[in-house]
């Protein structure tokens, strides 16, 4: 391959990367003269459509429905779920979300369902979104040492989901709006597979399920998760991710490590 080309592709997947996913066409387009005859419906779902949309003024295939609408929606086909497979069944035919635009793949859960302790992280990575299972790149390698060194593994004893089922491009931050509409449907999974112990991974999913901000203040404390069932224990740790950029701090999460293995001897 040329010098050129090799840059050509790296420049690609840099684009992909950040979640530039729509290419221009080479003829200029007067969107403001299409959007004004847009219907009133359609500019309302449109304030949902990820900005890499909106730049080149097209609607996605299926109009995405207002946040509130969508959240409705999302909590309605989460209730109605009654087993792991609906729910997940429920959130692929999900068109609520706008990161499901975005997205290469659905990324519902990896672990056992059986298993006591449920883990839940934020939001799919690259190579998760890739994948399709939660935790499967350099973080989630991490993640499954630390849960090696307490005698767990992914296979067996525990389960493994995240607050937002699909990649925010770039690995941005999800928008509050993002998370509001898929709570819904990861407050239902936790409720279906009812582990014994909760573990929110980072302050985006300590914040979204707990309640709690600052996971530097929070983490390491032993709360109450209510699945409207029954209280559960939960406790917030750091995020492997960052963890790998301050290992320094490994030393805390060791010690909610711990924290969780006594409680886990201690059923
Ligand atoms: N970070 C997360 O929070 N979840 C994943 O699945 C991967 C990385």
Known sequence: MSLDAVSAAELIAWYAEMGVTEALDETPHDHF????????ARQAAARLVPPSQQAIGRAPATPLAPPDEAALSARALARDA????????ALASFEGC???????NLVFADGNPAGKVMFVGEAPGADEDRIGLPFVGRSGQLLDRMLAAIGLSRQEHVYIANLLPWRPPGNRTP????????????QRQIELVDPEILVCIGGPSAQGLLGVSGILASRGRWMEYDTGRRMIRAIATLH?????????QKRLAWRDLRAIKAALAAL
């Open 33 to 40: 003269a299409a959007a004004a005859e847009a219907a009133p």
């Open 82 to 89: 009654t087993t792991l497979d609906e729910l997940k069944a």
């Open 240 to 248: 492997p991710a960052y963890l790998l950029r301050q290992p320094v």
């Open 98 to 104: 706008p990161l499901k635009t975005t997205a290469k």
């Open 175 to 186: 928008t509050p709006q993002e998370v509001a509409i898929c709570l819904p449907f990861i």
